[in-house]
């Protein structure tokens, strides 16, 4: 691969440069690969030199330390109050007593079960009031590895609050030995509204976040590792239990019963999955953007009307809509049947039964759901898009399809890469638009042998969720699924961010 | 200089040539509002049709009447309709407060992980936020919040994590001038008086926006509420509730309803929607060039 210097480089055409780029980031992966094995080589040793300077300074301060900040090594807060800090001692102190008592009453029990997710699975026992055997519930694998997990997160916050007490032990002391005054309780409380207002400003979503969406997500992580599905539902009718690698193992082997094997599954929902991304984010995209020019263009009367009546649609909750018009091109819905009735047609178009045209419904349809949105934001771009450049260009003899060329379009992808980006990723896990038109029909036959009966228009997002309501509701495949999106995601997004500014900065207007 | 004296032959010729594309973009814009118009124009005809609930080839009706809402008054429809009502009214108050404290925060301040925090954040989007449907399922079962009494389990979850959406107002407070902060910063003014007194007077559009997007949000969710409702119908909201009447045993008495209450549904959040429709642009403009 030869590599341009910079002046042969800025000789190439735009569409060279961008091949060009994107060919040196696939050749500079090896490179990128050793780095990145040096930098986490690095990042090891720094660590290992860091938790060392880390216990170091932990040990240094308990030396050079007075009494106080001693014995706040075993009772948080200690320092504090001894030195006046009321209100901060009072907060360390009774975490360090929630935290105990919490470990000490449960938090140990969900700790200990955790390595084994129970042991006691629901079983018959002999009740001797009633003379016969009666079910009784043991452990509790679900809870087990929920708790288990919050417990963790816990020791984490207590490890960082038990840290922190400690730097401002040595803090304070470096302070008052400097003859200054520590910060009051009332200076505390009004730094909260001042210049620690952020904190109070992220307490509340972060912890809703951290409960709602972290905790959720590493415990899905883990449940990938276990066989949770249900027929192990952990409590009534069979624990479940940590199986290692075995279910990617199951999703990605090509060898599989009768000929069918996950990963081929997988594969072929995959790729559906990007076609669709990729076609549903640029029709959307490149159709929206047609027509907030012709909505623009000089002399077009009533602009406001026509931006009013596609806005207006995007105001319609879209089940309504979707629903709608899956029915209206249903077997026997209003089309067939208008068509049939007026003698157009001698049987109904299998708008939703046959494979490649229910494809193609679905995004003909996403078009219709989409167009508005696009249009509203390429408006906006549209008229940012400094005039001069057009008339120059008029003036030089451009013609409208060269102006679009050389002026509309990269001004609009340059303002609008990152968006693209998330548009292709919110279509990849566009459920809503995919569940509500076809429910993933119509049933791949050759895929429905795998959990969720999979249909031609099913994307990984619609099995996932088939999966985990289906009567075998496999939820570790599920998550095995959610991880893979995950990663193929993670990649598209690393991919596009590496190649994205280059264009960017090439097609910078100046 | 050439360009400057045109011949009037040539000045006819691109007047006339622009008075055809115009004329054509005329009709194609025509042509555009009606097809995105159509179907709701279908769904508010055969709302009225009372000859017969299922499908059929024509769309004006034969019979005109009031039949399809008054069964509709008379099914479970208003529930539905009042469960969505209340989640949408809650929302849209906890969300906002919840958005504007996280943006504000995020775009004000320079604080240590914050540059981390906006990644951490970013990544955590990548995972199909589906699967923590399961957990979430459990664990508000649990504490009895599903079913019958899925509307504060669905208002929980909703407003639990809406902190994630904060990249909309937090590019409109990026572009509010930092010197306003700084002045009132010189005349002792805290943070949050700052926050109470100059930003937020300043953000109308934006609490609008998101206030408006919190709003009409519950009314399209499907999957979320129907996890947690699980086939009871106290618990559903309009969404889930409506799907189930274009069910394949359903749709032969029930499909002239869901026409109608379509119609109810849509109706008041179309007007609100139009309304506000100069914020709501605002707000998409702004929040897709700031990506």
């Known amino acids: 691969m030869k590599k341009y210097s910079d002046l042969e480089y800025l000789k190439l055409t735009k569409w060279q440069k ?17 780095n990145g094995v040096f930098a986490i080589g690095r990042f090891f040793k720094n660590l290992i030199f860091g938790i060392g300077g880390f216990f170091k300074n932990l040990c240094l301060t308990f030396v050079r330390g007075d009494w106080k900040t001693k014995v706040s090594y075993v009772i948080m ?15 360390f102190l009774a975490f360090e007593g929630v935290f105990i008592f ?30 016969a055997y009666t079910m009784a519930y043991g452990d509790n694998s679900f809870k087990i590895l929920l708790y288990g997990v919050l417990t963790i997160f816990f020791i984490i916050a207590f490890a960082y609050t038990w840290y922190a007490n400690i730097k401002q032990n040595k803090t304070a002391e470096e302070i008052l030995k400097s003859g200054k005054k520590l910060k009051s309780g009332k200076q505390d409380l009004h730094s909260m509204v001042d210049d620690q207002f952020h904190k109070t400003l992220l307490a509340l979503p972060m912890t809703g976040i951290l409960v709602f969406t972290v905790l ?3 415990f899905m992580i883990l449940v990938a590792f276990t066989n949770y599905d249900g027929a192990h539902d952990g409590y009534n009718n069979s624990l479940f239990q940590w199986v290692g690698l075995d279910n990617f193992k199951t999703m990605l082997s090509w060898s599989g019963t009768g000929g069918h094997s996950y990963a081929a599954t997988f594969g072929e929902i995959l790729t559906w999955t990007l076609i669709w991304a990729f076609f549903a984010t640029f029709t959307n995209y490149f159709l929206g953007m047609f027509v907030a020019m012709m909505i623009n263009k000089k002399g077009i009367r009533v602009k406001k009307l026509w931006r009013t009546i596609l806005v207006m649609t995007i105001a319609i909750p879209q089940f309504i809509s979707l629903l709608y018009v899956s029915k209206m091109f249903a077997k026997n819905g209003l089309i067939n049947l208008f068509l049939l009735n007026a003698k157009w047609i001698n049987q109904a178009i299998p708008f939703w039964e046959d494979p490649t045209l229910a494809r193609v419904m679905v995004i003909v349809i996403n078009i219709w759901i989409g167009i508005p949105y696009l249009m509203l ?16 260009s008029r003036i030089d003899g451009a013609n409208a399809w060269q102006q679009y060329r050389k002026i509309t379009l990269p001004y609009m992808l340059f303002v609008t890469g990152p968006y693209l980006l998330t548009q292709f990723i919110g279509n990849m896990n566009n459920f809503n638009v995919i ?7 119509p049933t791949n036959a050759s895929a429905s042998w795998a959990s969720g009966s999979v ?9 996932l969720f088939k999966i985990t309501t289906g009567a075998e509701s496999k939820y570790y495949l599920a998550s095995v699924i959610g991880i893979l999106v995950f990663a193929v995601v993670a990649v598209i997004a690393l991919i596009v961010y590496n190649v994205l500014p280059s264009i960017k900065n090439e097609e910078d207007f100046q | ?66 039949d399809n809402y008054v069964s509709l008054w008379n099914s479970n429809f208003p529930k539905w309709y009042l469960n969505t009502f209340i989640i949408a009214l809650v929302n849209a108050v906890a969300q906002t407060v919840i958005v504007l404290c996280m943006s504000y925060a995020l775009s004000r301040f320079r604080f240590k992980l914050r540059k981390a925090l906006m990644r951490f954040m970013l990544v955590l989007g990548f995972f199909p936020g589906m699967l923590t449907m399961i957990i979430l399922y459990r664990v508000l079962k649990d504490i009895g919040l599903t079913q019958a009494h899925a509307v504060p389990g669905l208002i929980l979850v909703y407003i639990a994590s809406s902190g994630m959406g904060y990249y909309v107002s937090k590019g409109f407070f990026d572009t509010l001038p930092k010197s306003l902060d700084e002045a009132a910063r010189v005349d002792g003014a805290t943070r949050f008086q700052i926050l109470r007194k100059i930003i937020l007077p300043l953000s109308k559009p934006i609490v609008i926006y998101t206030i408006l997007t919190a709003f009409m949000a519950p009314w399209g969710d499907f999957v979320f509420a129907r996890y947690i409702s699980f086939e009871n119908s106290a618990g559903m909201n309009v969404a889930v509730g409506m799907y189930n009447w274009l069910n394949l045993d359903q749709i032969t008495t029930k499909y002239t309803m869901f026409c109608a209450g379509g119609v109810i549904v849509a109706v008041p959040v179309t007007i609100l929607f139009l309304c506000l429709q100069k914020y709501y642009v605002e707000g998409v403009t702004g929040g897709a060039v700031k990506g």
């Open chain 1, 102 to 131: 919490y470990m000490i009453t449960t938090g140990g029990y969900w700790l200990s079960k955790l390595p084994t997710l129970g042991t006691v699975g629901p079983h018959e026992e002999y009740n001797a009031v009633l003379d």
């Open chain 2, 1 to 66: 200089m050439n360009n400057t004296v045109k011949s009037p032959k040539r000045h006819m010729g691109l007047a006339r040539s622009r008075a055809i594309s115009n004329t054509v973009i005329h009709i194609v814009l025509v042509i555009i509002s009606i097809i995105w118009l159509i179907p709701f124009v279908f769904i508010l005809l055969q709302s009225f049709r009372c000859e017969s609930a299922y499908q059929v080839g024509y769309v004006v009706p034969q019979q005109w009447g009031f």
């Open chain 1, 435 to 441: 569940y509500l038109l076809t429910g993933g029909a």
């Open chain 1, 77 to 91: 807060g200690f320092g504090n109050l001894m030195r006046g800090q009321i209100l901060r001692g009072i907060m």
């Open chain 1, 377 to 392: 934001i390429a408006t906006g771009i549209l008229m940012n898009i400094p005039q001069d450049l057009y008339e120059s």
């Open chain 1, 216 to 218: 959720p997500i590493v």
């Open chain 1, 18 to 34: 961008f091949l060009y780029k994107l060919k040196m980031f696939f050749v500079g992966i090896p490179r990128a690969i050793k």
């Open chain 1, 455 to 463: 249909g031609h228009t099913d994307l990984l997002i619609t099995w």
